[in-house]
Nanobody
């Protein structure tokens, strides 16, 4: 099994930046593609970004393209989400997840973190 723990959430002004981290336990972190999801108040959970096993491939939902960057460091068993130019609509609980599949946009996710709150004020 893989356990995932997110950190780095908080309160930030619109236009500001936050960097999220997701630390994974286990021996097979590099075997998984990783994704970030978010769930805003009263909304469904939505896909944000994903990264391939090696880190060479990434995928983003349209609303965050050009603003968010997903990356990973397999030696540290950690995946990151750098969020720039934040908007109030980015306010949500952010979750990281581990999975696999043939396409980054359609991964099957097996493990999920507990989430970290990101609040963006105007």
């Amino acid at each position: 099994q893989v356990q995932l723990v997110e950190s780095g959430g908080g309160l930030v002004q619109a236009g500001g930046s936050l960097g999220l981290s997701c630390a994974a336990s286990g021996r097979t972190f590099s075997s998984f593609a990783m994704g970030w999801f978010r769930q805003g108040p009263g909304k469904e959970r939505e896909f944000v970004a994903a990264i391939s096993r090696s880190g060479s491939g990434t995928s983003y939902t349209d609303s965050v393209k050009g603003r968010f960057t997903i990356s990973r460091d397999n030696a540290k068993n950690t995946v990151y989400l750098q969020m720039n130019s934040l908007k109030p609509e980015d306010t949500a609980v952010y979750y990281c997840a581990a999975g696999d599949g043939n396409y980054l946009s359609r991964l099957q996710y097996y493990y999920w973190g507990q989430g970290t709150q990101v609040t963006v004020s105007s």
